[in-house]
Each structure stands twice: as C-alpha cells, then as structure tokens.
C-alpha cells in the first residue's frame, strides 16, 4: 500500500477524491495489541521468599528469568535497521495494552525495582500519547476463576485488583482484565457495580448482537463476531459494560505459529485483520500471554516494538488502546454472552473443577480425577470458615458482627 503522509492531504481536496476517500479510510483505522502479564505467586509461604528453582537456571527462580526474558526487554525494546543497528529504543508498555497480575507487580517492586518503574512510567507516558487514557488495565486480585466464585469472593477479588492499580498507578482503572478471560453474567455486574467500564473476552465468548434499539438478534456464537468495534452488554440489574471480543486467529498465529521471528511479517497480518467493506472505524485488536514477546519466543519484543514502529511510520494505522477508542466511538451494538466460557477451555470453565481433558504437557496415564473433590473440599472450607471469620474481623474493626455479614455482598 502506498504510504499518505498528512502534507499530501493538503493537496487532495475536490482533484482526488478516490485518494481523499483513502485517507479518509487509513484514518478510521486503530490498532490496540493487549499483553497479559501474569505469573503465580512462587513465594514459599513460610519463608516469604521464593527459593531456588533449578528448573530456572541459570536464573535464581522462574520469575526472574522471565522478568531478564520479557518484562525488562519490553521497556527498553531494540529496533534495528538492515544491518542490524539499533536505531530506536522502544518502551512497548507506553504503546499497548496491559495488565500485570498485582502478586506479580509485588514480587517486581522488590526484585526488580527499575522494571517496575518503567512499567508504572509507560503508563504515564500512554496517557500523554492516548487522550489522557492510560495503557494499564486492573486484574482481578489472585487470578481467581471468577465464575466459580461466590458473589462476596467476586466483589473482594475485584475491589482488591482496583485498590492495588489505585495505588501503584495513582488513578482509577476504566478496564479490567478477568484471569482466563472466565466470564458471566454475575462477573460482569461486579465489574459494573465497582466502576469498570470495560473488560476483553476472547470470540467465541459472544452469544449474540444487535444494533442498538433493534428488536432482531443474530447470533454469533462460534467465534462469528466481528472483534473490530466496541460492544455494549445490558445487565439484568439495568447497568451496562462495554466489552471487546479480540481477534481470534492473529491472536492464535502470535502465540502458537510463530509470527513473532519476523517483525514486519507481524506487522502485515495485524494490517490483514482490516477490511475495506467495513464502514466503521475499525478497531484491529490481539490479546495474548504478554510473556509471548520475549519469553515464549525469544525476541518478541523486538519484533513487537517493530511492527508498532512500521504500521505508525507508514501510516497503515493509528496505534491506540481502549479507553481511548472506546471514549472515541461508543458502541452501536448489543451483545449477550455465552456464561461461564473462558479463553483456555473449549469446556467453559471445567479444567477448574473438573476433569475435562484440557491439559499442558499431561503425561500418559495421568488423569485430571482429582480436580472435582479439591474444589468441593476448598468451596467447603470457605462456606465453613465465613461466618466465624467475619464476626472475628467485626470485632477487630469495631462493627457489630450482624452489621458487618448483613453488609458483605
């Protein structure tokens, strides 16, 4: 595609309108690529501490060798010319979207203090870039799968990931990411009723759309939903959230096919997800592992901050991120969704309470049996030790104990 800059739209006016009428479709054209970043705690409970873990040598443990991998990598990301010089240095965080666990972030602020940093000034630099719509989005607190939750454990993982943002990156967060994407319908209301304006759901997460104020419903399951608007799902409590459905196979071909040993290549299959019989601004939008770029394919961020740096330097599209797009173009369709669903699990949720099949690396023989009976004897324990507990910490806080379990969600 030939590259327009700003001077030649000075001199299309009435002469060129077929070029004009390009512009004017490169312009309605908006990138956002999401990284989730996530590590569970690895910290031996009795020590406060993690040990050496020989499977990460020759690193101390597996969180610093990804954080050496990925996390510092990404913000301060090479890009090289033909011959291989550096030319740019990059902070990808600044240009995507992300989200880092908070017991990831915690373990980061100790042990790895100028990563950290980069990561919370990214965040200030993507809202001078982004209309004052900061990059980073909050997490659900111990990446809990939210749908197996109950209503009070919801409101305390949710509110908890919101305080922990709030005080790492001095304001509220518009969107918040759910662990494994696991959604329904109660989720979505906890995200509501605590301020969220948004959360991303993988494609085949979507049940049906409709323009809005139209009475006729198609239905999109199958991951047939167009990922590249915003949509906006009605609550039975009468809130609303907006949601964005990714792209499902460049998403795919980033984690699984490779895409990442070659910057450019990269850069062209996420310009492929546009289309010109689309007549809204497009919104072309990933979300994978943000230990993707770096981690899990060596290099990614360079190939990351790469592709960022083409599509912008030739124009093939606006790099942006959510809360600027979604402030920009509200959504025009309604979506209901398909409940207890999740990115991970072509079950639903079942790989967190059952044995479903969905595995990483079972050797033969090994059977997933045990996962039912632990969840019901966890589930037990937190239904046996509420009340006590809540009475215990009334009487810390000085609330009558039927003030504080008649207020708990």
Aim: hydrophobic content about 35%; aromatic content about 10%; some cysteine.
């Amino acid at each position: 595609m030939r590259q327009i800059t700003p001077f030649a739209l000075m001199f299309c006016g009435r002469r060129e309108p077929r070029v004009q009428h390009l512009i004017t479709r490169l312009m309605e054209r908006y990138l956002c690529i999401h990284c989730h970043f996530y590590q569970p705690p690895r910290e031996n409970p009795w020590l406060e501490a993690v040990e050496i873990q020989d499977s990460a040598y020759p690193y101390h443990d597996w969180n610093e060798r990804i954080t050496a991998e990925c996390y510092a990598p990404n913000s301060a990301a090479r890009i090289l010319d033909g011959e291989g010089h550096i030319i740019k240095i990059a902070n990808n965080y600044s240009r995507i979207s992300f989200n880092f666990g908070p017991t990831l972030l915690s373990w980061m602020e100790d042990n790895s203090p100028h990563t950290y940093a980069h990561i919370l000034e990214a965040d200030q630099e993507g809202q001078r870039l982004f209309s004052g719509h900061g990059p980073a989005l909050a997490q659900a607190y111990n990446h809990m799968i939210l749908p197996l939750a109950t209503r009070r454990d919801k409101h305390t993982q949710v509110l908890w990931g919101i305080r922990d943002f709030e005080r790492r990156f001095r304001r509220f967060p518009e969107g918040m990411w759910l662990p494994e994407t696991a959604v329904d319908l109660e989720t979505l209301e906890v995200l509501a009723d605590l301020g969220i304006a948004f959360t991303i759901l993988a494609p085949h997460q979507a049940h049906q759309v409709r323009k809005l104020n139209s009475q006729r419903w198609r239905n999109v399951e199958g991951a047939k939903i167009d990922p590249t608007r915003a949509y906006v799902a009605h609550l039975p409590s009468g809130r609303s959230i907006a949601l964005f459905f990714y792209d499902g196979p460049i998403s795919r071909a980033v984690a699984f096919e490779h895409l990442l040993s070659n910057g450019e290549h990269f850069a062209q299959r996420l310009v492929s997800g546009f289309s010109d019989a689309r007549r809204w601004p497009q919104l072309m939008h990933i979300a994978t592992d943000g230990e993707t770029y770096g981690h899990h394919h060596p290099h990614g961020d360079m190939a990351l901050a790469y592709a960022l740096d083409y599509i912008e330097s030739r124009q093939l599209a606006r790099i942006t991120n959510y809360g600027e797009y979604l402030a920009n173009h509200p959504p025009t369709h309604e979506v209901e969704i398909i409940s207890n669903t999740s990115w991970s699990c072509m079950h639903g949720v079942e790989r967190w309470r059952g044995d479903c099949g969905c595995n990483s690396g079972m050797k033969p023989g090994w059977t997933q049996h045990w996962r039912a009976p632990l969840r019901q004897a966890l589930d037990w324990l937190r239904d046996e030790v509420k009340q006590p507990t809540s009475r215990r910490l009334a009487n810390i806080c000085g609330i009558p104990g039927w003030l504080a379990m008649s207020t708990l969600p």
